[in-house]
Structure formats: structure tokens, C-alpha cells
């Protein structure tokens, strides 16, 4: 079992940034490509971004390509979103996830997930 607790999460302006921040325990965590998915209230949850297990590949849904940046600490265990120009379209909440195939989210779903951190921006 690999356990993910996310954190970093707030109320922030439109123009504004966060760093979320996911700590990872109970595996290899290196082994894993990891992700952030959010969900906002009424819809369904949607891919954000994914790291692959060295770091070497990152992947964005198109809405976010040119704000976000995911990064991976493999000596922490820990795995970031920085988001930046932040949107209320932004608002959602945040989750992370990890799955050893390193294409798991063009399906929209991983092995295992975060609680989740709730992201919330105003206009």
C-alpha cells in the first residue's frame, strides 16, 4: 500500500500562486509516476499533470501547460505542483496519485490517491 497526503492547498486571488505539496510513504517511490488530478464541484475529476518515476518526462492537460509545473523530490519522497496565474476556474480539489505505469492517466485514473487539498480562487 502506498499512502499520499497532500498539503499547500488555500484561498488565493486570480493572478496569485500556490505549491501544493504530496508526501509520499509505503513504497518505492521512485518506482512511481506521479500525478495531480482535480475535482471541481458538479463535474467530473480531470487530469492535471504527471512526472514520470526519474523525472525525466512531464506531461499537462492543456489548460494548465503554460502555469503549472510538476517536480519530484526522489531523495524526500515528495512530489510539487507549483501553479501559477491561478484561475477561478482553478478551484477544485486537488489530489495526488501514483501508478507504476507511467501512462496511467490517459485512462483518467491511478492506483492509488491522495485525500486531496482544496484549492480555491477568487476573483
Known amino acids: 500500500q502506498v499512502r499520499l497526503v497532500e498539503s499547500g492547498g488555500g484561498l488565493v486571488q486570480a493572478g496569485g500562486s500556490l505549491k501544493l505539496s504530496c508526501a509520499a510513504s509505503g513504497g518505492t517511490f521512485s518506482y512511481y509516476a506521479m500525478g495531480w488530478f482535480r475535482q471541481a464541484p458538479g463535474k467530473e475529476r480531470e487530469f492535471v499533470a504527471r512526472i514520470t518515476g526519474s523525472g525525466g518526462s512531464t506531461d499537462y492537460t492543456d489548460s494548465v501547460k503554460d502555469r503549472f509545473t510538476i517536480s519530484r523530490d526522489n531523495i524526500k519522497n515528495m512530489v510539487y505542483l507549483q501553479m501559477n496565474s491561478l484561475e477561478p476556474e482553478d478551484t477544485a480539489v486537488y489530489y495526488c496519485?501514483?501508478?507504476?505505469?507511467?501512462?496511467?492517466?490517459?485512462?483518467?485514473?491511478?492506483?492509488?490517491w491522495g485525500q486531496g487539498t482544496q484549492v480555491t480562487v477568487s476573483s
Open positions: 496519485a501514483a501508478d507504476l505505469n507511467t501512462r496511467f492517466y490517459y485512462l483518467n485514473r491511478a492506483k492509488y
